[in-house]
């Protein structure tokens, strides 16, 4: 699953971005993929999150905080598993996903494209990891 550190969040927006620990772009972060209960990320917090490119870039999805962070700043609470209602709006966006990325390239008869099937399977893997 991937993981950076919260860049920055705006809670009065509703969103920010993640520095992604693989040097990658920073991730979109909006408020609907935070765990239940927390309203806003303090700058430097671990998280873990699935991601899906979309028109205007990455974007994080049932995003999952690992560690506060490491300064001064307010602790932001862990969680060690997704509630179930995070889960079934994680699995509502990877149904999504699945519509609108995967199901019109099989119903052509062809496979997606690697770089999408390669993000697709790391979603369906970390959401079966939480139902585990």
């Known amino acids: 699953m991937p993981s950076g550190r919260v860049k920055w969040f705006d809670a ?5 971005f993640v520095s992604r620990d693989d040097g990658g772009k920073d991730v979109f972060v909006h408020r609907d993929a935070l765990p239940e209960g927390v309203e806003e990320l303090a700058k430097g917090t671990k998280v873990e999150y699935s991601m899906i490119d979309t028109r205007r870039g990455v ?3 049932g995003l999952h905080v690992v560690a506060a962070p490491q300064t001064g700043a307010a602790p932001v609470p862990e969680t060690s598993k ?16 699945l ?3 995967v199901m019109p390239p099989l119903s052509r008869g062809r496979h997606p494209d690697r770089k999408t099937g390669a993000k697709i399977a790391e979603l ?6 939480d139902l585990e």
């Not at 369906?124 to 990891?129: D, E, F, H």
């Open 99 to 101: 519509e609108q990325q």
């Open 124 to 129: 369906l893997r970390a959401v079966a990891s």
């Open 59 to 61: 974007q994080a999805m």
């Open 12 to 16: 009065e927006k509703g969103f920010g």
């Open 82 to 97: 997704r509630s179930p209602e995070e889960l079934n709006s994680l699995l509502q966006d990877l149904i999504g996903v």
